[in-house]
């Protein structure tokens, strides 16, 4: 099992959550995504280690911004 931790802007609300959680849980082979609405910290199991770039285009398809 592989965890990242990434930050996202623009979230504001549980729907904003909502929508980061269902676009990255369809990365292939994530387990499981935990958000904090209040940090924007986004933290992502995995089964290996993820392309960051796949996870930064989840994000940008859920409408939010990764920034680290």
Sequence with gaps: MSTATYTVSGMT?????SS???EVEQITG???VDVDLQS???TVTSETP???ARV???VEEAGYQLTS
């Design 13 to 17: 609300c549980g729907h904003c959550v």
């Design 20 to 22: 980061v959680t269902e």
């Design 30 to 32: 994530v387990t499981g």
């Design 40 to 42: 924007g910290r986004v």
């Design 50 to 52: 993820l392309d960051d």
């Design 56 to 58: 930064k285009d989840a």
